[in-house]
């Protein structure tokens, strides 16, 4: 889902699209990363902007995109610019810069704390996360990972986890990329959860020997969602936390040290469903149901 957008403050070269058809069809429009954020921030209505580098490659070449078409490129932060192909070369397009827009961050940030896994199922999870509307991921090196990220395989893992937020970012349309957080240990995670928790967050951990069901939780954010008054409300009222992170282990699971010392920290252990998730799959369920629960769906 795309954030609730607005048209950018002092500037009349930003418009908000009027017509439904309009809003509908930008769902639709392949998504392009600028190459150079500024270069794209830069740009107003009716400006003319190459798309080169690999983006441009890509979107000349393999996609073979042709002059007349529109498409979409965004600065990977929330600007989003709506464009016409003007002109075609081998390796990249000149665009007609129709209309910018700046879309607003949710107001509840939503993170999925991700243990590295085997068989690339942590990158699945980021993957589908990122199209559900996660706003960060982070990478958990767990007890039970079977993977293990030191010296330049951390590094290297880093840069795959970044690739593949960027593919999922265009794949689902997105003008914000997932906000990719350092890598923690178990130990470095529980120093977080307690200084998050500190700050007003809430930190699930999907887990199957919990006592309360996620589900719960849910019902509580409904609830704070819909106490959330007005401005002009005589009495402040409870909102939403400012973040929601979920926790999600690796296949062998969380194991029970891990468990305490991030209940010790301040994060709450809740059962997602009946059923056992696979790692690749718990994190995007998690945050759909809160997406949900939060009325961002």
């Known amino acids: 889902p795309v954030p609730k957008s607005g048209v950018l403050p002092s500037s009349t070269n930003f418009a908000k699209p009027s017509q439904a058809s309009d809003r509908n069809t930008s769902m639709t429009l392949p998504v392009f990363i600028a190459p150079e954020a500024a270069a794209l921030q830069g740009c107003t209505r009716g400006d003319s902007y190459i798309l080169d580098g690999d983006e ?20 990977g932060m929330g600007l989003r610019a709506r464009c016409t192909v003007i002109d075609r070369a081998k390796k990249a397009l000149t665009l007609r810069i129709d209309h910018l827009e700046r879309e607003d961050e949710p107001e509840a940030e939503l993170l999925l704390i991700q243990a590295l896994s085997a068989g ?13 509307g ?3 991921v982070m990478p958990w090196q767990a007890n039970r990972s ?32 997932p906000r990719l957080e350092e890598a923690r240990s178990s130990a470095a995670l529980a120093q977080w959860i307690a200084q ?5 967050a809430w930190v699930l951990v999907c887990h199957e020997s919990a006592d309360h ?16 008054s007005p401005a002009s409300s005589a009495e402040a009222q409870p909102s939403c936390p400012p973040k929601i992170a979920v926790i999600v282990g690796p296949e062998g699971g969380v194991d029970p040290d891990e468990l305490s010392l991030f209940e010790a920290a ?13 790692a690749s799959t718990a994190g995007p369920v998690a945050l759909s149901l809160i997406s949900d629960a939060i009325g961002r769906w």
């Open 120 to 132: 690339g199922r942590d990158e699945m999870a980021i993957e589908m996360a990122t199209e559900v």
């Open 266 to 278: 301040g994060a709450r252990v809740c059962l997602l469903g009946t059923t056992v998730l696979r």
């Open 146 to 177: 079977e993977v293990r990220w030191k010296g330049e395989k951390a590094a290297k893992g880093m840069r795959k986890w970044e690739s593949t937020l960027r593919s999922a970012t265009k794949q689902s349309r997105r003008a914000f990329i």
């Open 134 to 136: 996660v706003d960060a």
């Open 213 to 228: 069901r996620l589900s719960e939780l849910l019902t509580q954010l409904r609830g704070l969602s819909a106490q959330a």
């Open 56 to 75: 441009g490659f890509h979107a000349a070449t393999v996609r073979r995109i042709d002059v007349g078409a529109m498409l979409d490129v965004v600065d």
């Open 196 to 200: 998050a928790t500190q700050d007003g």
